[in-house]
């Protein structure tokens, strides 16, 4: 069977794979592994489900979950019978989910568990075309509301259907094109509702093809998925554990991933820099807070470790003594993280958002290469990526083989190509602005290639700031260096038409709990930590220490510490975790307005 679709792709894996592990997924405390052609009875079953109730080619059926392997088997399921994934995160309030269900026409909705059923049953009257909601995870016990279906029932449905079905499902599955539309993702956009990004099979299947001459990926690899599925980073890299015979372990949840890693010891790793973030905080701030002698040994190890990184940036030989001491800051201190990340981690690739160049320098110093691309949900959702053997720090790598990318004359990053979106769902004025007569998408982000191809993001096109003086600042720079630092969580950059930059910043408690406790002081709760006198001499001094490295002009010259980490939950953060820079603006604009009329710099 040709594979210029997802589904047909994915049937070519059950058969060629079959009794090879698929999937691993924690159950009652311990992890449980199904086989290829396990999940393929799933899906069937699933599929035929769909079919019975009716489902018809091109309908929109809507994903309402976090990730898990029923999401997968849902996803395939609906591409087999020709119809449309529309994911959402869930995250999303029911007026946003409301809103989604509307748009993309969805017929048949399936929902996590009765925390997201009640969001659903909430705004069900004003979601005329929904027809079934299917509950993945019913509570023992309890009889789910009589217009919902459970995940079983779909399956036993799909099961006494199946002999009846049958011909048509093969007929679906064998009639699909690579020009027929796979899934319409909604992009968590930081103003305004969000916009359906209609993307074919003949998109995933370029980007898919393109992926695989690029990692160094085996079959039968294990990886392991935390990100959201409802994001298309996280749905690429399930697609490529299909593609590739992947064994495809789902996190509990994000929360658990420390315990998580060395449990399931992925190969490799597809994360947010976030993630990464937070594991170099945790070092530095445990190295710190060792013996001097420890913290001696840290330091020397750090310094081979990066010696030896740089020769292999360079592609040049490391010395027999020069690796020999590394052999020694290995076993002292880098298998240390080692463990931590399973043991057995060959490489992880970060996009989403900008990674810190030194973040990349510290792993790859410590034996770990992080591979930095990027992307748009538009781009499906890939344009470049760093290879194995091809990387350059503070880079997202060289364009994937399917697709061009160039600089336009005003500095923005355009590309067309196989993966390229077709465009906006029901938004015609929005797909014309963004993809220009030659088919080139816009990107609304500003970059330079070098010599050799490889993409340097420099900011968001609409995000740059001009200060009223008529200096250009990239805040993305500026708030990646505050990032850096031990005790900072998020920083948010204003400026634009101002005479100098300010910050809003959030603690991270947990690092200036620790930091409290080797003072000897008494914090309290994070939101008593932020108002601390103590903690805001802590963070002025970090501030100061991001200042030394920046021009006086993009220096962040005042600062304000909120009283709790930004979230979703909260609308600070979009379902990708990107800062909604409006929102931030508007909810704390006392804040702001107070920093513009101090009379003197506070870093």
């Known amino acids: 069977m040709t594979q210029d679709t997802l589904a047909k792709m994915f049937w070519n894996r059950i058969e060629r794979s079959g009794d090879q592990p698929a999937e691993q997924a924690k159950r009652d405390g311990g992890w449980k592994t199904l086989t290829w052609k396990e999940v393929g009875q799933a899906v069937r079953e699933l599929a035929a489900g769909l079919l019975a109730l009716g489902r018809k080619k091109g309908d929109a059926v809507g994903i309402l979950s976090a990730s898990r392997a029923e999401w997968v088997h849902a996803d395939f399921a609906i591409f087999s019978v020709g119809c449309v994934t529309i994911p959402i995160y869930p995250t999303y309030p029911a007026d946003l989910i409301q809103y989604i269900v509307n748009d993309a026409g969805v017929r048949t909705l399936f929902v996590e568990d009765t925390t997201q059923l009640a969001k659903v049953l909430e ?6 075309g929904l027809e079934q909601i299917i509950l993945i995870q019913a509570e023992a016990g309890k009889t789910p509301n009589p217009r919902v279906q ?15 079905v049958r011909g048509e499902l093969e007929a679906r599955l064998a009639g699909g094109r690579s020009d027929d539309v796979a899934t319409i993702v909604y992009t968590s956009g930081t103003t305004g509702p969000p916009k359906g990004v209609v993307q074919t099979h003949g998109n995933h299947m370029a980007a898919l093809d393109s992926a695989a001459q690029t990692t160094s990926i085996a079959e039968g690899d294990v990886h392991l998925l935390f990100l959201p599925l409802a994001h298309s980073f996280a749905r690429l890299e399930a697609f490529i554990g299909i593609h590739r015979g992947l064994t495809t372990a789902f996190a509990e949840n994000i929360d658990k991933l420390r315990d998580n890693l060395p449990e399931v010891r992925p190969h490799f790793l597809c994360s947010v820099p976030r993630v990464f973030e937070k594991v170099y905080a945790g070092v530095l701030a445990k190295a710190e807070a060792g013996s001097p002698l420890k913290k001696k040994i840290f330091r020397w190890a750090v310094g081979v470790g990066i010696e030896v990184s740089r020769l292999k940036q360079a592609g040049q030989p490391v010395p027999g003594l020069l690796a020999f001491k590394y052999r020694i800051a290995s076993k002292l201190v880098f298998s240390k993280m080692h463990a931590a990340l399973g043991g057995r981690l060959r490489f992880a690739v970060s996009g989403g958002a900008p990674l810190s160049r030194e973040i990349a320098e510290f792993f790859h110093a410590a034996g770990i290469l992080i591979l930095e691309g990027y992307g748009l949900t538009e781009t499906t959702p890939a344009l470049t990526v760093n290879r194995p053997d091809r990387f350059k720090f503070g880079t997202v790598g060289q364009p994937l083989s399917c697709c061009e990318v160039l600089i336009a004359s005003d500095g923005e990053i355009v590309a067309r190509g196989g993966n390229v979106a077709l465009g906006y769902h029901r938004r015609p004025d929005a797909t014309a602005e963004a993809w220009d007569a030659e088919g080139w998408f816009h990107t609304g982000d500003i970059g330079e290639l070098d010599g050799e191809g490889f993409l340097r993001i420099t900011d968001r096109k609409k995000d740059l700031i001009k200060t009223s003086g008529g200096k250009y600042v990239a805040p993305q720079k500026i708030e990646n260096l505050l990032k850096l630092e031990p005790h900072i969580s998020q ?15 959030t603690i991270d408690a947990e690092e200036v709990a620790r930091w409290g406790k080797e003072q000897g002081l008494t914090l309290g709760t994070p939101e ?6 103590r903690v805001r001499e802590l963070i002025e001094r970090e501030v100061a220490d991001a200042n030394r490295v920046l021009a006086s002009y993009e220096s962040v010259k005042y600062f304000r510490i909120l009283p709790r980490d930004l979230s979703t939950e909260s ?5 990708s975790l990107k800062v909604k820079r409006k929102v931030m603006a508007e909810r704390y604009a006392g804040q702001i307005e107070g920093m513009y009329q101090a009379s003197k710099p506070s870093a």
Do not use: F, H
């Open 123 to 128: 705004v069900q009257g004003k979601m005329e």
């Open 150 to 164: 459970t995940w079983e029932q779909l399956r036993r449905l799909g099961r006494d259907s199946l002999d009846r």
């Open 491 to 505: 920083a948010i950059v204003i400026g634009d038409n101002r005479k100098y930059c300010v910050a809003l910043v």
């Open 528 to 533: 008593e930590m932020a108002a601390d006198p």
């Open 571 to 575: 609308g600070e953060l979009t379902a």
